[in-house]
């Protein structure tokens, strides 16, 4: 068992820091505040040192992520300076790191200073597994994730609950996003294919699945400049602008995009069997009911079908 030997009688017992959730801890205090807390709730244990310069860049921004879990976690500062015995114990060589604790014992941690969205993620597989999660919760955290740009941690956080919930459809859509995101078309749509048949026609599941089919086709279609070369050669040349629009979207390019076929709508709405309509719709399905170019883009359909 952890701290197997007799505490120091000299030491001074732990301060608290104004609660119970964020306290000071020393080797007298450890195995009450920590060990035996972490049977109740996850303790996150931050050895750190005054001189250590990651260190004060640290612990404010885990003092910030394990009071937004409202009590379900713990945070535990240990001056390792004054309190060297655990640190030793652990095999610590380096400051700032960072030890979970789940019924008694280590079970995940980190070295170094670390972004608020990977420690957020630790937080919330350490609260999931301790079974106090919400799982809606746990979602919006790995969609803030994703929208900041933080696809490691994003994907962390969707596959965690995918392994309490494998049937979490927002999970697996989640996931599948973050992977597309990142490039793995491939890895994408195999999450998608986990996806039992009921939920074909989840908006989700559907938004990805359209966004990959869109990230195919723009993969055909070669040099945008090309293309723009084309329709400025020949502004009623729809083809090119309709594959202009398509490549444009893979490049994140969405206004531009939606321009060019509201613009081909607008001049011939037969084209293609109403092709840059259907191909518009289909940018608004990957792009999800509330983005801001989903909402002007349907806005700006409607004033031109029913003008």
Request: aromatic share 4%; proline share 5%; hydrophobic share 45%.
């Amino acid at each position: 068992m952890l701290l197997n030997q007799p505490a120091n009688p000299a030491e001074n017992g732990a301060t608290p820091a104004g609660d119970d959730v964020v306290i000071d801890v020393t080797t007298r205090s450890f195995m009450k505040d920590v060990v035996e807390e972490s049977r109740t709730r996850p303790v996150l244990v931050d050895f750190w040192a005054p001189w250590c310069g990651p260190c004060r860049q640290l612990t404010p921004i885990i003092e910030k992520v394990v009071r937004a879990a409202k009590g379900k976690v713990r945070l535990a500062k240990m001056n390792t300076d004054e309190h060297p015995a655990v640190a030793q114990q652990l095999g610590i060589q380096s400051l700032p790191t960072v030890y979970a604790f789940v019924n008694g014992q280590p079970v995940d941690g980190f070295m170094g200073a670390q972004p608020e969205t990977q420690i957020k993620a630790l937080v919330d597989r350490l609260v999931q597994g301790a079974g106090g999660g919400d799982i809606a919760d746990v979602l919006a955290s790995a969609e803030a994730a994703l929208a900041e740009g933080d696809l490691v941690g994003a994907a962390e956080i969707f596959a965690a609950v995918l392994a309490e919930e494998p049937a979490n459809l927002k999970a697996l859509a989640g996931l599948a996003k973050t992977q597309l995101t990142a490039g793995n078309l491939d890895q994408a749509k195999a999450t998608l294919a986990l996806a039992p048949e009921t939920a074909a026609n989840d908006s989700g599941l559907a938004a990805v699945r359209a966004a990959i089919e869109l990230e195919e086709a723009a993969a055909a279609l070669g040099d945008v400049r090309e293309l723009e070369a084309k329709v400025a050669a020949n502004p009623l040349d729809h083809q090119a602008r309709f594959d202009l629009a398509v490549a444009l979207n893979a490049r994140g390019k969405r206004e531009e995009a939606a321009d060019h076929l509201l613009s081909i709508v607008r001049k011939d709405r037969t084209w293609n069997d109403d092709g840059a309509r259907k191909q518009l719709v289909q940018f608004f399905e990957a792009w999800g009911p509330t983005d801001e170019h989903t909402i002007a883009g349907r806005r700006r359909l409607s004033s031109i079908l029913f003008a």
